[in-house]
């Protein structure tokens, strides 16, 4: 089955209210000229009711980058499904390597979190990958393997393929201008196409789709994205700039 491509942007902790607003007016008309493309949008708390509200109606989804898996209570400085709804968020990362490497998030806690977003009727972008140690070591495939399955034990047996995408982040290529090679990318992406199919089967596989995430940018996206199970980007820096997000974009119909 076909899978429709998206280019996802992550702000990651970047922009202030007023270049959120500057950002979604430039957005808009290039996620409405995109075509074929879903065009997404990670942005920080602070900028998420605004940038939703300006993006509702219009092809670009509004997505957040992180919450908690309860819903409410005694939580001090976390966000939950519910508020993330209730402000217009459509989408939401969960895993981010930054998250699990500087907030400690486990496999569990993507796992739990996974589960809320997708009840709560969130589409969550639930990221993998190794870091070169885990590569050059032979471990990779372990650590992607135990990332999958564990969002994949936790969620129901019949989870619609269009209501989640897997992001495949090498640790390594991530703001370091070091991209995986296509093939590393096909490779990997290829292998949790696989995975999913072993544990859901050839139709969920074959339906879900998975982005590519570290140091896109507009000179090697055509590459990337010319891999078979390569379904879009997910992109940091080179997606900062809203004319160069705007270049993927195109770059990704
Ligand atoms: P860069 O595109 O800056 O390498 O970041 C990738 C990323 O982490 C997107 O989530």
Not at 200 to 226: C, D, H, Q, T
Request: some cysteine; charged content about 25%; overall charge negative.
């Amino acid at each position: 089955m076909a899978r429709k491509p998206m280019m996802a942007a992550n702000w990651k902790m970047n922009k202030t209210l007023r270049e959120a607003e500057d950002y979604a007016a430039a957005v808009i008309p290039k996620a409405e000229d995109a075509g074929g493309v879903d065009v997404a949008v990670f942005v920080p708390f602070t900028c998420l009711n605004e940038f939703a509200r300006m993006t509702a109606d219009t092809p670009v989804i509004a997505g957040a980058q992180n919450f908690y898996f309860e819903d409410s209570g005694a939580y001090t400085g976390e966000v939950s499904a519910p508020m993330l709804l209730d402000v217009g968020a459509r989408a939401v990362l969960i895993g981010h390597s930054e998250r699990r490497e500087i907030f400690f998030e486990s496999d569990e806690m993507v796992a739990k979190k996974t589960k809320r977003a997708l009840d709560a009727g969130l589409i969550p972008v639930v990221c993998c990958g190794e870091t070169k140690e885990e590569r050059d070591s032979g471990g990779m495939w372990d650590k992607i393997q135990a990332q999958i399955k564990a969002v994949m034990d936790a969620v129901d047996g019949d989870l619609d393929p269009e209501k989640i995408i897997f992001a495949y982040e090498p640790i390594w290529a991530i703001g370091t201008g070091d991209t995986a090679s296509p093939e590393d990318a096909q490779d990997a992406i290829g292998q949790v196409r696989g995975l999913l199919e072993e544990l859901r089967g050839e139709g969920f596989a074959g339906s879900v789709r998975i982005l590519y995430g570290g140091s896109v940018k507009p000179e090697n996206i055509a590459e990337i994205m010319s891999q078979r199970d390569v379904d879009g980007g997910l992109v940091g820096g080179a997606a900062l700039d809203v004319e160069s997000f705007g270049e993927l974009v195109e770059a990704a119909k």
